[in-house]
């Protein structure tokens, strides 16, 4: 065999090999992306009850959600979902997704859930990249500290003490990790006067997946 037709053959069979594997990927995909999307909205439900639990609201949050985005109050000019927790169609909590920029090693992207009066139901981590063994105390399963958010709000605790123990506030710090849990505080504290400023925005949009359907 000559070195042209050689280089045909092998030419003929990488690209049949190419349509086969790209085939076999979209195959596998089209099988398991039902599969796949359940997981995650599992995954994000768990969340989402992990600051308001399903007790508190008899809707379904997923499908309650806005997009806003506040580079001033919640971190980022990308649009962030909002999840709006209602019971028998009166608004009971919000669900904010913040982002504060300024962590130890970059962003950590935040779940905020506020009840409708405005008192913090609890905040979880969602996203970060701070030091393991020593920023990541940020997580519920190394250790309790977020927990420190619970009950607080823009009324019953004043402006100058949003700030962990070390700077003069009421908030713990980790040890040894105080750019962290600094940062997370003045997030929070952020999403809350967002909250506060918009609150009768937040509940009066209609559902972003309902425009979608609309569209659709």
Not at 25 to 38: L, N, R, S, W
Not at 75 to 103: E, H, S
Not at 133 to 142: F, K, N, Q, S, V
Not at 175 to 202: E, H
Request: proline letters at 4%; a positive charge.
């Amino acid at each position: 065999m000559d070195k042209s037709r050689q280089i045909f053959t092998t030419g003929l069979l990488l690209s049949a090999f190419a349509v086969i594997g790209t085939g076999l990927v979209a195959f596998t995909y089209e099988q398991t992306k039902d599969q796949i999307a359940e997981v995650e909205r599992r995954a994000l439900l768990k969340s989402l009850h992990s600051v308001v639990p399903p007790s508190a609201h008899n809707n379904e949050l997923i499908n309650d959600q806005i997009d806003l985005s506040s580079e001033k109050y919640l971190g980022t000019r990308q649009p962030l979902p909002v999840f709006r927790a209602r019971n028998n169609g009166q608004p009971v909590a919000a669900i904010l997704t913040a982002v504060a920029p300024d962590g130890y090693n970059g962003k950590i992207k935040l779940l905020i859930g506020i009840s409708y009066e405005g008192e913090l139901n609890g905040v979880r981590v969602i996203d970060h990249r701070e030091t393991p063994g020593l920023g990541d105390a940020i997580e519920t399963r190394r250790s309790d500290w977020i927990l420190v958010f619970d009950g607080h709000s823009i009324e019953n605790t004043e402006r100058k003490k949003w700030k962990v123990k070390k700077d003069g506030g009421v908030f713990d710090q980790i040890t040894g990790a105080t750019i962290t849990p600094r940062a997370i505080v003045k997030a929070v504290y952020k999403a809350l006067t967002y909250y506060q400023l918009n609150r009768d925005s937040i509940f009066n949009k209609p559902a972003q997946r309902a425009i979608e359907k609309q569209v659709s």
